[in-house]
């Protein structure tokens, strides 16, 4: 016969999914927190999942660069996207699965450009959260990009950039970021993506102390047909000596976008 | 307006970019819509709409300096309207595309576009 | 005794006027954590040129009078770039320095140590070196794009430091602290030194890195920071070979008031200079807002470099 659990442990597990679910960080956890009250978010943090590679639910498939064997192929996921799939609108698919098509040349990740918000976070890189008594600063080690969310003073973008204009506020034990100003971009490796319309609202609940619960709901009425969360743990990136290293991927994305422009010897 | 003729340079080439980029045996003299701002880095780009002497359209990629400044000194994307006619004189790309280096740029009225500038010394080689 | 009397009172009165004349040094406000507050977007935007003009000698700073004659003097950019050049009106679009606010200071270079505010020479055999390897670099100068500039690439521009110095335009430096970090960086190109706060130098396990590996301590009000292991792909000032293993910069930064800091730093190399160089120069808190500097996303002028001079070789039948 199966040995079953105590029904106390259920009641517990139960509760903790339910305050989980709800934002809340579970009873007696050990968010650390600021002189000011707030949560503190500050460490270096990582995502463990396959959304960058895909955000909607996917199996394993060959991937761009077929001589890179299953080094290159791409890692199934069960998907990051609350009710499964991206509401595209019909008129905006075609441009997906071009982007899809042409992923190789074409994903702005392998020409190293600047990754906007969401996809910075789920990158499969680390970024190191730096909060202080009054700012909030995010660097990410995928090209070095930069996110300073405006705590105060807030105002809306003066131009569109590739990292957007982030302004935060506390709700509670979540910091809510509204983002606006990102130039087009695309949110995974799979070509799909988003307009310069798009307006992006990300939530940071921690949990407990090492773990953070990350929504990121982007609206962008000339893409889709309403606005669509995706969810996933940020996970604390507990080594001793974790930090950012370089990658500046300039370098390794000069071939693919200038190769053609070397100089060849006349014969 | 007239686009002048570009005549050949075997000028050997400057160790320097923008004289690689640009011809300065290739100056160019037009008036041209605008028909998109590029507010970005590390340079602008106005891309124009040219109406040659024969009627027949063009477009033009015009580079400019990084927009950071102007943005601080209350620029926006929605200052410089689509449509807006603009007289550029620069020079032309290396390559032979229709692409220039601004080197001024003035509203129709004959005004600068962005900030009114010293006049500009004839360049020398 | 009288005479004794006069002593002491001359004496009282003389550390009187000592403690009366010298005024207190700026107190900072602390963070939550106990540090200094040294956060915020500042500019270091100026005209002290970085080099002394040679005819100034060993004046470090102007008078009062001299100042207040130059101090809206123009400044000289560093710049490869001449406005007689092939290049747009830098003015056009406000990039001239003079077109912004610049930050009060006196001194005649940027530069202060050695005495005579220059860059001191390379040693000859490190100018044998560097003047070998500029020479093979011309020879190459447009063969691809990994032969141009890391400015022209947007990898590194060379006011990104370590040391930092002032850039002409855009010359706009965030600090962001949090406990344990210190966060360095300028508009161009977003590049963030994240600098840990530490006891000693901590294990970087012995990888370079392209701005080096930098760890900060508070001495007093002022955070020293240490770097080394930058990386070979990175030429110093004046030089066209990279640092030895060796190569150190020292950077100090100190609040003086309630929006300005002084930046100092010292670099040394033993395998390039016989001498260190370093100097200072204050940076101050701007309401404008630090802005995206992407450059590599938005470089057409690279490709367009390179395409230019295929075209040149193909006229001259020196390619396929």
């Not at chain 1, 009250?37 to 500050?42: C, E």
Request: proline share 8%.
């Amino acid at each position: 016969m199966m040995p079953t659990r105590s029904p106390l442990v259920a009641m517990r597990a139960a509760l903790a999914l339910l305050l989980l679910a709800a934002g809340v960080p579970a009873r007696g956890s050990d968010v650390p927190r600021t002189a000011a009250g707030h949560p503190d978010l500050n460490g270096v943090w990582q995502v463990l999942n396959e959304a960058n590679w895909d955000l909607e639910p996917h199996v394993a498939t060959q991937g761009a660069v077929e001589t890179l064997g299953a080094i290159g192929a791409v890692a199934p996921g069960v998907g990051v996207v609350e009710g499964g799939r991206i509401p595209y609108l019909p008129t905006a698919l075609p441009q997906r699965d071009a982007n899809r098509e042409h992923r190789r040349t074409e994903d702005p990740e392998a020409k190293c450009y600047l990754p906007g918000v969401p996809r910075a976070t789920y990158l499969p890189h680390p970024f190191q959260i730096v909060q202080s008594d009054t700012d909030v600063l995010i660097v990410y080690q995928f090209a070095g990009a930069v996110r300073a969310i405006a705590m105060a003073g807030h105002r809306d973008a003066p131009v569109d950039s590739w990292m957007g204009w982030s302004n935060g506020r506390w709700e509670g034990d979540t910091l809510v970021v509204d983002v606006t100003g990102l130039n087009a971009n695309w949110l995974d490796r799979s070509g799909n993506y988003a307009s310069e319309t798009r307006r992006v609202t990300e939530r940071y609940t921690p949990v407990d102390a090492n773990h953070v619960r990350y929504e990121a709901t982007i609206e962008d009425p000339a893409v889709f047909s309403r606005p669509w969360t995706i969810r996933m743990p940020l996970y604390r990136r507990l080594e001793p000596d974790a930090r950012l290293m370089d990658f500046k991927c300039v370098e390794f994305a000069e071939e693919l976008m200038y190769g053609d422009l070397r100089r060849k010897e006349a014969p | 307006m007239v686009l002048l003729a570009a005549t050949g340079s075997t000028g050997a080439i400057a160790h320097h970019s923008f004289a690689a980029e640009f011809d300065i045996d290739k100056p160019v003299d037009f008036r041209g819509k605008v028909i998109k701002v590029e507010l970005i880095n590390p340079h602008s780009w106005i891309h124009l709409e040219v109406t040659a002497a024969d009627g027949s359209k063009e477009t033009w990629m015009i580079e400019g300096g990084s927009p950071n400044q102007l943005l601080r000194k209350g620029f926006t994307k929605n200052s410089l309207p689509i449509g807006t006619e603009l007289q550029v004189v620069g020079y032309q790309a290396r390559d032979g595309a229709k692409r220039a280096v601004g080197r001024t740029l003035k509203l129709a009225n004959g005004q600068s576009l962005f900030f009114e500038t010293t006049p500009i010394p004839e360049p020398s080689r | 005794m009288r005479r004794l009397a006069l002593l002491a009172t001359t004496l009282l009165s003389a550390a009187a006027a000592c403690f009366a004349a010298a005024p207190l040094p700026y107190q900072a406000p602390r963070t939550s954590w106990g540090d200094p507050v040294i956060e915020g977007v500042y500019t270091n935007n100026t005209n002290v040129p970085f080099e002394r003009p040679a005819k100034l000698g060993n004046k470090a700073v102007y008078t009062a009078a001299e100042y207040a004659k130059r101090r809206n003097a123009r400044a000289v950019v560093e710049t490869t770039t001449v406005v007689t050049d092939v290049h747009y009106e830098t003015a056009d679009f406000g990039l001239d320095p003079d077109q912004s606010a610049m930050v009060t200071n006196p001194r005649t270079s940027i530069l202060t140590q050695p005495a005579n505010g220059r860059m001191p020479p390379l040693r000859p055999d490190a100018k044998a070196r560097s003047d070998a390897a500029r020479a093979r670099q011309q020879e190459h100068a447009f063969d691809s794009a990994q032969d141009r500039p890391l400015q022209e690439r947007c990898l590194l521009w060379a006011h990104e430091g370590p040391p930092l110095r002032p850039v002409g335009y855009n010359t706009l430096v965030r600090i962001a602290q949090s406990p344990g970090f210190v966060v360095l960086m300028t508009e161009m190109v977003h590049d963030a030194r994240v600098i840990p706060i530490a006891k000693s130098r901590p294990d970087f396990g012995g990888l370079p890195r392209w701005q080096g590996n930098s760890w900060g301590h508070w001495e007093g009000q002022t955070l020293v920071i240490e770097t080394t292991g930058i990386s070979g792909k990175v030429n110093p000032r004046g030089s066209a070979v990279p640092m030895g293993p060796d190569g150190k910069v020292i950077e100090k930064i100190t609040p003086t008031g309630p929006k300005t800091v002084r930046y100092e730093f010292l670099v040394s190399d033993p395998t390039l200079w016989d001498v260190s160089w370093g100097g200072e120069f204050p940076m101050e808190i701007t309401d404008d807002p630090l802005l995206e500097y992407a450059c590599h996303e938005g470089n057409y002028g690279l490709p367009n470099t390179l395409r230019g001079v295929r075209e040149e070789e193909k006229a001259r039948g020196r390619t396929r």
